[in-house]
């Protein structure tokens, strides 16, 4: 099944909510090693496998994930503490970046439709979002880890060329992190060369200027460029995800963050991303989602081989999370104040659909006496199948 889910774009009707429990097992368990941790994150595990297939078709970043995780666990087996307090001391930090890169996946567009010069300056642009928002607070992580094995301090007062350049780069394992596969420039002057527009677009190539001391000028062609974007997000993937699985695989991390300091924005988008990802492994097809008269609604095709009833209340089981995604958004908590799940037909007509009023079950989720209570949940949901209202 790896190798065809390699090769897929989208959800397949040909594997089961089992099959696809076997794949993030295949790929992931050996990463994890508690059975118990492992199964608590399967849901965000079946996710992960869209950005591990980003890159792990490519043998040079797979590696680059893997040393990454080496690395981290290296440092875990010589001092716990020490591999506890570096992971808790930059969360807040690490996990801020996942709402810049939704952003920056969100607001993407449709290059081929401006002249080669727009489409340049467009590219120059998503290398600093990327390496600025996103890529220079993880590589500082890892730079913790892997200096600090060394006995070297945290330096948290440096720029994101001295970490680069005061990085220990053993054996070169980290390269591709550190400098592009193609002319060897290190990934913080792509940084400044987008950020201060050091470079000039021609009709064949572009000339680029970096360095401060020495400047260094060099032309290259525009196929070369489209590469250097494509090692800037496969290099980003491939840190990003070594330390959501380390996360992910050390729960006792989360003992020693300090709540005191502001909790991460998660974006509603990243929510529910997961949840549809989730409504389909288990035989949903998403329709689309629509937002109207302060409703969202999560249109989706009756599960095969399901009754309306069966799928409905199935289906609903979303709508907790649904509406603490909508909650906690700062953006979306005043537009909406229905969080719903439409059934609909291959015909797309209607057949059924559950809705709450988010307030009333973000405050549910977030009181444990009421929890107890089995039918609190349900107690909130209104259920429509056909023309009759339960």
Known sequence: MLEEFLNINSY?????????NELIRIVFKK???????????????????????YFSGLKEYLELFENSIDYYNKLKDNSKSEFYRIFSYHFFDVSGTDMKWTNYALTQTDISKYSKLDQITIIFKAIEDILEGCFKDRFKLLYHVVNETDNIGYQDNLDFGQYISLFINKDNMFDLYVKDPIFGINISQWRNMAAHKTYEVQKENIKIQYGKKKVRKIEISH??????FKWVKLSYCSLRLSQVITFLGNPIIYKSI?????????????????????LQIVGFSLIKTVHNDRVFNIQLRKRKDADINESVIHASQCLDQLSIAIYIDDFTRDKYETAKVTILS??????????????????????KEQLKYKNKKIDLVKFKIGETFY
């Open 223 to 228: 196929s070369q460029f489209e590469r250097i």
């Open 31 to 53: 990463y994890i090693l508690d059975e118990s941790v492992f199964e608590n994150n399967k849901e965000k595990l079946r996710t992960e496998l869209i950005n591990y297939c």
């Open 346 to 367: 291959d015909d797309l007509e209607f057949l059924a659909s559950a809705q709450t009023d988010i307030r009333d079950m973000y405050d549910l989720m977030n009181n």
């Open 12 to 20: 397949s009707d040909n594997y089961s909510v089992k099959d696809w």
């Open 258 to 278: 300090n709540e005191n300091k502001a909790k991460p924005n998660l974006r509603f988008e990243s929510w529910v991303l997961q949840l549809v990802h989730n």
